[in-house]
Structures are given as C-alpha cells and as structure tokens.
C-alpha cells in the first residue's frame, strides 16, 4: 500500500449487497499482501492475505483478487452486514530486510439496513 | 490465536513530558516488532522497527531521540516519546509477527496518547 496521509473515502452499501474495496500498490517487489479490518478506537484485525504466486484467494465471506500487472488489490465481501462497518486497509510486505508492512490509505465502509 | 496487548490504552499528559507505551507478546514469541501511528481519519504510518537484543531500526523522517524503542525481551517492547508535544498527539499501535517471515502481523489494540 501507498498511504498518502488523506481522508479516507467511505463505501456505503445496503446490507445483503456484494461490497468491493479496491486498493492499489506501488512496489513491484512486494511479495504477501494482507487485507486488515480496523473499527473505530481499536487495532487492526487480520482479514485475509494472499501472496504474490495466487491471483485469487477465498475465505469465509470474503475474497481477495490480485492483479499484479496495474497493482491491483481488492477485497470482496459477500452479503455485507452491518458488523462489516469498519475502516478497511490494504498491506503490502517489502520482501527483505524485517520484512515490515506499508498500508494503504484505507476505506471506509458504511453498511445500511 | 495471538494476542499483543499494549498499555496504556489512553494517556493524556502534560507538554514537555516523556511516555512510556508497552506492547506484549502474550503467548508467542516475537524477535521483531512494529510501531506504527495513526492520525485521525488516516491510515497507518510505520515509524520503526523494533529488534530484540538491537537497535530499533527508524522509517525516514521518525526522530529516534524523540520516540525511544527498547525491545528489553522475547515478548516487550516498550516506546517512548520523551519530550511530548500536542503535534505528537496520535494513536499509536504496536504488532507482532508469530513465528516465519511468512505469518501476518498481529496488531495491539493501540494506545490514544493525548498531550495537553
């Protein structure tokens, strides 16, 4: 991820739709991608990851598509509820060294009954 | 699963006063740590990485005099933001990997620092 120091752009869906945040990356060498979800006043909380050799990965409700060629990440929910409302993060691992994680800039998503 | 617990979860104090934040491993092993901070409406920014046994390795731009990292043991890290001023109100999180390179981080619940 990139993050850029903005505010962050919100995502409201209606509960029970299909939600997509999308994340873009700029580190041709990053190898493991991790998709983090952040409620209000706590830490980040591991969703799913994926590393460079997939372009797919699938969990319980959610998705991760990586599209290495444009650095491309996004992460798909299915039948968003209202539990899913929260800050999400994109993260990518710089290959090397402590191998540390940068993030993205984030989106909030907003889920409506 | 993996738990890191930080502490304190809030702390308000005087300008020109130094803090201390600890983040714990609680049932796992971590030769390395992060910290990160976070402003209001914004995303994480990694300021250093903490080494058990070494130094902290800081990300450009972080004073190291002025945020202390200490990685005393397997399982403590400890920040310190000596000489505490309002622009270094934030929220800061600690994380821990468990185990291989190859294993996510996990995050603390972070710490609301709140200098008046």
């Known amino acids: 991820g990139e993050s850029v120091g903005l505010h962050l752009p919100t995502l409201s869906v209606q509960e029970g739709d299909n939600s997509i945040i999308n994340c873009a990356y700029s580190?041709?060498?990053?190898?493991?991608f991790i998709w983090y979800k952040q409620e209000s006043g706590k830490g980040p909380q591991f969703i799913i990851d994926?590393?460079?050799?997939?372009d797919k990965r699938q969990g319980q409700r959610v998705t991760v598509l990586l599209n290495k060629t444009v650095k491309h990440l996004s992460l798909q929910i299915a039948a968003t509820q209202p539990g899913d409302s929260a800050v999400y993060f994109c993260?990518?691992?710089?290959?090397?060294?402590?191998?540390?994680?940068?993030f993205g800039a984030g989106t909030r998503l907003a889920v409506h009954p | 699963g993996a738990v890191v617990s930080q502490h304190p979860s809030r702390v308000i104090c005087k300008s020109g006063t130094s803090v201390k934040i600890e983040c714990r491993s609680l049932d796992f092993q971590a030769t390395t740590m992060f910290w990160y901070r976070q402003f209001p409406k914004q995303s994480l920014m990694l300021m250093a990485t903490?080494?058990?046994?070494?130094?902290?390795?800081?990300e450009q731009g972080v004073e190291k005099d002025k945020f202390l990292i200490n990685h005393a043991s397997l399982t403590l890290s400890t920040l310190t933001v000596t000489s505490a001023h309002p622009e270094d109100s934030s929220f800061y999180i600690c994380s821990a990997r468990e185990g291989q390179t190859n294993s996510p981080l996990h995050f603390g619940n972070g710490t609301r620092l709140t200098v008046t």
């Open positions: 994926i590393r460079s050799n997939m």
């Open positions: 580190n041709s060498a990053s190898d493991y």
């Open positions: 903490s080494n058990e046994g070494s130094k902290a390795t800081y």
């Open positions: 993260a990518d691992r710089f290959s090397g060294g402590y191998n540390k994680l940068i």
